[in-house]
C-alpha cells in the first residue's frame, strides 16, 4: 500500500513538471539591435508586405497618412506598448487560474524499535485553499480592466505619435519654404544695398540709408540660418515618430495640400466633435477605467473581512497504523475586519472620481482655447493673405513705372524685397493657424484633414494595432 500511493505520487509529479514551460534565453545584442535600425528603410519590402494588398506600397508621395502607417509598423514605442499591452493580457490568465495546492511530507524514525511495530512514521498531508466564485470575478474584473486600460493607452500612444509627427512633418516642410522665403529676401537685401551703398557714394543717400539696408539684410540672413536649423531638427524628429533612422528620409518626397490654407471648419463640426470629446475621449475613458478598478478593489477588501477558508486530507503511516485525516482552515479576520484596507481602497476610489472630474474640465478647457486660438490664426492668416496680395499688386505697379520711368531701380528693389517680406509674413501665419489646428484636433483627439483615417481603415491599422 506504502510503495503504491508513492508511486501514484511520484507519476503526479512527473506529469505535472511535464506540463511546465521551459526557459528560452534571448539575450540582445546592442551592435545588432542598431545596425536593424540604421538598416530601416520605407521602402523595405517587409513593410510593404505587412501594408499589403489595402494600400499600395511604397507610395509616391508621402502625406502624414501613409507615414503613419509606416509608424504603426516600424515605430519602437508603439511596439513596446503593445509588449505591455501582452503584459495586460497574461495577467488575465494568472487572474482567471485556480490557486495550486500545497503538499508536507513528514518522515520520522524511532532510534529504536519497538517489538512488533515499524519504526518509521510517515504521512503525507495537502492543503487546498477554497476560491470562492466571486473571489475569482472580481480577480477577473480587475485584470479585465488593466487589459482596458492598456488599449487605452497604446491608442493615446498613437495618437501621440500621430501628434508628433504631424508637427515634425509641418516644421520640416514650413521650414523649408520659410527658408526658400528667407534665401531669397537675402538676395534682394543684398542688391538694395548695393543700390543704396551707390547712391550714397553719389551723395544722393544718406548713411542712415545704408545702415537701414543692411539690418534688413542681417535680419534676412538670421531668418535664413532659423529656417535651416528647424528643417534639421524637424528632419530627425519626423524620422523618429516614423521609426526609421534620419538618413531612409533621403529622396522621400513629403506631401501636404493645403498646407498653407488650413480648412475652416463650421460651427456645427466644432460643437460635435468638442461634445464627443467630452464624453469619450481616451484620457477620460482611461481615467472611468481606473475609477471601475478602484471599484472592484473595494469590493475586494470587503470580502475580506469573511473567513478564508482551506481543507487539507492527508495520509499518515504511524509506526505500523495507517491513517486517513481531514483538516480545515481559515483565515479569522477577528481584530479590525480589514477595516484599514477598506479604507484605504475607499480613499483610493474617491481620488479615482476626483480626477474623472479633473480630466473632463480639462478636456472643457483645451476645447475652447484650442477653437479661440485657431479663429484668431485664421483671422491673422486672412490679413497676412490681403497683405501679401497688396505687395504683390504693388510691386506689379512699380515694374509698371520702372518700365515707363516713373520709377528708379532702388524703388523696384524696395517693392521686391516689401514682397518678400510680405511672403513670409502669410507663412508665418500659415504656421499659426497649423499649430492651432494641430492644438484643435489633439484637444478632440480626431484628424481634421487629411486621409489619415481613410488609410488606417484601409490597411486594418497595419494589422498591428489591437
Known amino acids: 500500500m506504502r510503495h503504491a500511493l508513492l508511486r501514484a505520487l511520484g507519476a503526479i509529479v512527473l506529469a505535472a513538471l511535464a506540463g511546465c514551460a521551459h526557459y528560452q534565453a534571448r539575450p540582445i545584442d546592442p551592435a545588432a539591435t542598431a545596425a536593424q535600425w540604421q538598416a530601416r528603410r520605407l521602402d523595405d519590402p517587409a513593410l510593404a508586405a505587412r501594408l499589403a494588398p489595402a494600400v499600395a506600397w511604397p507610395p509616391a508621395r508621402y502625406g502624414r497618412g501613409e507615414l503613419l502607417l509606416a509608424a504603426l509598423v516600424l515605430n519602437p514605442d508603439l511596439a513596446e506598448a503593445r509588449a505591455h499591452l501582452a503584459e495586460a493580457d497574461a495577467a488575465v490568465r494568472t487572474a482567471k487560474a485556480w ?16 517489538a512488533g511495530s515499524s519504526p518509521w512514521l510517515w504521512g503525507v498531508s495537502t492543503n487546498w485553499l477554497i476560491d470562492t466564485a466571486v473571489r475569482r470575478r472580481l480577480r477577473a474584473d480587475l485584470a479585465d480592466a488593466g487589459v482596458r486600460g492598456a488599449r487605452i493607452d497604446y491608442a493615446e500612444k498613437v495618437w501621440e505619435v500621430r501628434r508628433t509627427l504631424r508637427t515634425a512633418m509641418a516644421d520640416l516642410l514650413l521650414g523649408e519654404r520659410q527658408h526658400a522665403l528667407a534665401e531669397d529676401a537675402v538676395v534682394k537685401a543684398a542688391a538694395l544695398q548695393a543700390a543704396q551703398e551707390r547712391r550714397r557714394a553719389l551723395g544722393e543717400a544718406m548713411p542712415a540709408d545704408v545702415l537701414q539696408v543692411a539690418l534688413v539684410l542681417a535680419q534676412a540672413r538670421d531668418a535664413s540660418a532659423t529656417a535651416a536649423q528647424r528643417v534639421a531638427d524637424a528632419r530627425a524628429r519626423l524620422a523618429r515618430a516614423v521609426g526609421v533612422p534620419v538618413h531612409a528620409l533621403d529622396g522621400v518626397v513629403l506631401a501636404w495640400d493645403g498646407l498653407e490654407s488650413p480648412p475652416a471648419l463650421s460651427a456645427t463640426q466644432l460643437d460635435q466633435l468638442a461634445t464627443q470629446a467630452r464624453l469619450s475621449r481616451p484620457d477620460l475613458e482611461r481615467a472611468l477605467v481606473d475609477y471601475a478598478a ?19 486530507p492527508g495520509y499518515t503511516y504511524d509506526h505500523g497504523v495507517r491513517k486517513l485525516q481531514f483538516n480545515l482552515g481559515a483565515t479569522l479576520p477577528l481584530f479590525d475586519q480589514n477595516q484599514g484596507p477598506i479604507a484605504e481602497a475607499e480613499a483610493r476610489r474617491e481620488a479615482a472620481g476626483r480626477h474623472v472630474e479633473a480630466v473632463q474640465a480639462g478636456i472643457d478647457s483645451e476645447i475652447e482655447g484650442a477653437t479661440a486660438k ?56 500659415a504656421d499659426q493657424a ?33
Open 99 to 114: 490557486p495550486n495546492p500545497s503538499v508536507n511530507l513528514a518522515l520520522e524514525r524511532y532510534a529504536q524499535d519497538q
Open 294 to 312: 478602484r471599484e472592484t478593489e473595494l469590493r475586494q477588501q470587503v470580502r475580506m473581512q469573511y473567513p478564508q477558508i482551506s481543507i487539507g
Open 374 to 429: 485657431l479663429a484668431a490664426a485664421r483671422q491673422a492668416l486672412d490679413a497676412a493673405t490681403h497683405g501679401r496680395g497688396a505687395a504683390e499688386r504693388l510691386q506689379q505697379q512699380t515694374a509698371a513705372g520702372y518700365a515707363h520711368g516713373e520709377d528708379d531701380r532702388l524703388a523696384v528693389l524696395n517693392a521686391q524685397l516689401a514682397t518678400a517680406t510680405a511672403a513670409q509674413a502669410q507663412l508665418a501665419a
Open 434 to 466: 497649423q499649430q492651432a489646428l494641430g492644438a484643435l484636433e489633439d484637444a478632440v483627439r480626431t484628424p481634421l484633414e487629411g486621409n489619415e483615417a481613410e488609410l488606417l481603415r484601409a490597411a486594418g491599422h497595419a494589422g498591428d494595432t489591437p
